[in-house]
């Protein structure tokens, strides 16, 4: 069965830098599409990034356009993300789906806490 293991989340202060990773294994992961998603405490899952299967595609909240980029590694089956310029409200746990697009799919990581100081 398909499982996704994200790793690489931390403490940083705003304006800093992470870059999150998330290997899939039981699976074919070039045939998947691939996203993260975060929750806030008290918060529901939002969408945060996307990628096709392909990598052609890539797609983002817009609340980190410009400071977050999606990126795969088929190779490795890994999905990245690297956050740059960090906010406080962007403190969430992250979780890596895998199985459709912009919206999600049926597979989780366990997630990845990321908090952001000010």
């Known amino acids: 069965q398909v499982q996704l293991v994200e790793s690489g989340g931390g403490l940083v202060q705003a304006g800093g830098s992470l870059r999150l990773a998330c290997t899939l294994s039981?699976?074919?992961?070039?045939?998947?599409?691939m996203g993260w998603f975060r929750q806030a405490p008290g918060k529901d899952r939002e969408f945060v990034a996307a990628i096709s299967w392909s990598g052609d595609s890539t797609f983002y909240a817009d609340s980190v356009k410009g400071r977050f980029a999606i990126s795969r590694e088929n190779a490795k089956s890994t999905v990245y993300l690297q956050m740059n310029s960090l906010k406080p409200e962007d403190t969430a746990v992250y979780y890596c789906?895998?199985?459709?697009?912009?919206?999600?799919?049926?597979?989780w990581g366990q997630g990845t806490q990321v908090t952001v100081s000010s």
């Open positions: 789906n895998a199985g459709a697009l912009r919206r999600p799919g049926p597979y």
């Open positions: 039981g699976g074919t992961f070039s045939s998947y599409h």
